[in-house]
Every structure is written in structure tokens, then in C-alpha cells.
């Protein structure tokens, strides 16, 4: 026997790319092909070089198709939300309304007055077309949006607060989430941070103590991803507005989301509204467009127009400013609560105000139509997002119960399927949550949930 040398066996680059299905892969990109051929070559060699077979010209033309599946395709895709978490961060927090996406298309197909004064002909300003809506919503004397609620607030203790001191209390000297910081923003800030109090008990004497001549604000931060539960006691924003006035300094107000909606009505518990902290004083306040407001990804500033104006005026206003993409959808959003049809018209508000009784319509419907073993359970759907952190809506649930191997194996495969599905584990139970699902994926969740059954 003579000993073949097994890399001869490997079919050529050139070989490959000259089989038709490959040549169909991708029309005039021929380098991106060509690089891809390369890579399947390269992982038979390895393989080659492990001992292994030589795989044939035929597998290493479907290696090569598998690939470019993937990097011919966008890796952001939609996903069906059946977690019952409403605003979930890891999968792009707040869906659009139908008008949102519109005025986002419209103004991204083409071009638009996006710094451009139609009446007068010439240059105009991007904060005009949020301005006065904000304005008519919250009473507010003027507001600037940017990239997110993390960016205003470097943006405003930036522009505010640099070189100075502000006092915060330590409790809500948090982690957001992600590793995103309050002290550490407010050393990118350059501002001082004074912390005050203990982490569950802040007086008002506290912060009075506190303010000294290179005090420049007072700030509170919702802490809107944990509560401090029992023996706790924190300043209300009333009280901190009168300090601030007493001693001449400014009030910057976090709430986290943007609320416009009381939330009791729900059977939740209170959210700071921009409103109620505008009305006890605070000079700035800022949240996210794509939390409880139920907009694209945004920070909103809203507060005295002198503030504003300086927020504007600062070089950071323009590193962290909005795409017209955003301010477009945003507007939208903010129009629906203008209009008083924020609760059917927004998504976030359409499934926080579902009632029970449609969970469990569309609960029952799903595992119906799945069948055995899916049945319907009851169970809680959650806001999320950093908000209301401890809050359940009563929901019902298609559950679905196994063994850990299996479910674990199941969830897989929901996740991993052409349309991709998340839910969520409980112990023993695969929980699918109807709340969180748009009307028009409900079937396809039925479907694609049976299809992924009869294959586990
Ligand atoms: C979520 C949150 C932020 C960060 O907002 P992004 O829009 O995600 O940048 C800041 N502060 C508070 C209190 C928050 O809840």
C-alpha cells in the first residue's frame, strides 16, 4: 500500500466555487463567497488534521451553504416574546405602535424637515419636533431628547454639575443594569458625587447637611430595579423641591420611565409620572422613550428652558443626539397620549391593561390548539425593565411540563427555530406567556410550539 497523503484527497478552492450551488449563493460578491469557500476548505483541513476522513466535495459544498446562511442574513431578527415580561431589556424592551413604525418608515425612506424650517426656507433645529408636544403633555417650559436616559444624564451632569458637588442618596446610588453605574456616570461627568444617608434610610436633614458652596444639585435616582423592602425610609421629591429652592440649588429628578399614566388603575403600585416631579419642583427630569412610554430608544430632559438651553449648547448634545428615525417614532408615541389613546394605541400600555379574561381567551386558544401536553395555568406576567421591579399581572399561562433535559432541549429548539420563541423555565414547567405576544403571532405560536413538540 502506498501512504496516500489524505490532504490530496481535499477538492480544491477553485473546485468548490465552481459547483452551481455555491455560484448561486450570492450574485456579485463573489470575494465574500470566494472567503467563505476558504473557511469550509480550512475546517476539513482541521478536520484532516485530526485524523478524521476526508469529507467529500459534497459536504464541503454544504458546509459552505450553511455558512453563508448565516452571513448572508442580518443577525438582529424578531423573536416572539412569550417570557410575560413586558419590557424586557435583552429582547429590545418596548415594541412600536403601528403609527410609530409608520413615521419612522416615512421619514427614513426619503428625505424630511429634520433640520429644515419648511415655513421660512432655510435652516431649521431637530428638537423643535418633540419640543412642543412634551410641552402640551407634561407642562414642562422646554425638552431636549438624546440617544438614551443614560446619555442625558451624562449629557445634563455634564453641562450642569461639572467641577461641582451633587448629593445623592446612597441607596439610590445604584446599578442599573448591564454595569451601567450612577457613580461612575458621574465621573465620566466630572461632577462630584456626595453620597448621604445609609442604603435604606434618607432624611431630608441629611441632605440639608450635606450642602455646601460648590453644591450644584440635588439628584434622585429611581431605583427601579430593586426595593428596599421593610424598615426604609426615603425623602420624597416634594420635600427635596423645597430644600432645593430654600438653598438655592438644583433638583435633577432620574425616574427611570417615562410614566405619564398612573399606574394603581392597574393594580400596581405608584410610579413616579414626569407631571407629579415637574409639579414638586425638580428643575430637570429625565427617562427612557422605550420603557413604560412605550417609544423607541430615547432619553427625554425635560425642565426650565435656561437648563435646556445649556444642555443643548454643549458639545456632548451633539455626540448623543437622536436619529430622525427615532425622533420620528418617538413623536408618534408621544402623540397617542396627547390624543388620550396611549392604552389601545401603545403596545406597552395594551398589554399592562389586558384584562384576565383575554390572558385566558387566548391562553385556552393556544393549547387547544397545541394539545396535550400543553395545558393553561395560572401565573403572572411581569413590567420588567427596570420597572416596578416586584410587580405581577395576573395572567394565564400555556404550560407545558418535563424533565429538565427535555425542557432545557425544547426551549432550544423553540429559540433556535426560523421564528424564534422564548419563554420561560419554572422548575419542571415550560411557561409560555399570551400577554406579551402580538395578536398576529398567536397562530404561528400555536404552530410553530406543536411542531417543536413532536420533534423534542
Ligand atoms: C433604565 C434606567 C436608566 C438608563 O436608561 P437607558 O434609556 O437604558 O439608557 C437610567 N436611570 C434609571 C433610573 C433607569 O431605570
Known sequence: MVNENPYRALPSVDSILSDERVHALADGSASAVTEIVREAVELARISVSQGKRPPTEDQIVETVIGIARLAFQPSLRPVINATGVIIHTNLGRAPLSDDAIEAMAAVSRGYSNLEFDLEAGGRGSRFVHLESVLRRLTGTEAAIAVNNNASALLLALSALAQGGEVIISRGQAVEIGGGFRIPDVMLQSKARLVEVGTTNRTYLRDYDAAITENTIALMRVHASNFRVVGFTDSTTIVDLGTLARERDVLLLDDIGSGCLIETPQFGLAPEPTVQESLAAGADLV?????????????????????????????????????????????????????????????????????????????????????????????????IGGGSLPEEGLASKLVAIEGDGAYLTDLARRLRTGDTAVVGRIERDTLLLDPRTVRKAELKPLATIVKAALAAS
Do not use: N
Open 286 to 382: 429625565m427617562f427612557s422613550g422605550d420603557k413604560l412610554l412605550g417609544g423607541p430608544q430615547a432619553g427625554i430632559i425635560v425642565g426650565r428652558a435656561d437648563l435646556i438651553d445649556k444642555l443643548r449648547r454643549h458639545p456632548l448634545a451633539r455626540a448623543v443626539r437622536m436619529d430622525k428615525a427615532s425622533i420620528a417614532g418617538l413623536a408618534a408615541t408621544l402623540l397617542h397620549y396627547l390624543r388620550g389613546e396611549a392604552l389601545d394605541k401603545v403596545p406597552v400600555w395594551q398589554m399592562i391593561s389586558m384584562s384576565l379574561a383575554e390572558t385566558e381567551k387566548r391562553t385556552k386558544s393556544i393549547a387547544r390548539e397545541i394539545g396535550a401536553p400543553a395545558k393553561a395555568v395560572d401565573g403572572c406576567s411581569m
